[in-house]
């Protein structure tokens, strides 16, 4: 939701003769920018954690149920397949060095 939506869905509900008062309009534009720019960066953290915060998997399980955790689905969005014997925190580490690439470039 862009700032000037969430400005006038909070205008929206004030009663009907408050919602053309020039500062209250003022209020709720300068209100809904900060909460815009809180927005992304509650979006950037999230972005940023999560290869952390997806469910691994056993280091012994077998690359099929390992492509299927919630982790393996992760790095299959960057081509990336768990390898025999590689544990969840080694393929978190290679999906972060790869979105890591892709944000930074060569």
Known sequence: MSADQRRRRMVGYLPPVLQSGTKLNL????????LEQMEGGLTRLMRSRWHALARGFPV???????????LG????????????????????????????LHRTGM
């Open 27 to 34: 209020f709720f534009s300068t209100l809904a920018q900060e």
């Open 73 to 100: 689905q992760l790095a299959a969005l960057y081509n990336l397949l768990p390898r025999r014997g590689e544990s969840a925190d080694y393929l978190r580490q290679r999906v972060a060095t790869v979105v890591e």
């Open 60 to 70: 012994e399980e077998s690359l099929a149920n390992k492509a299927d955790s919630e």
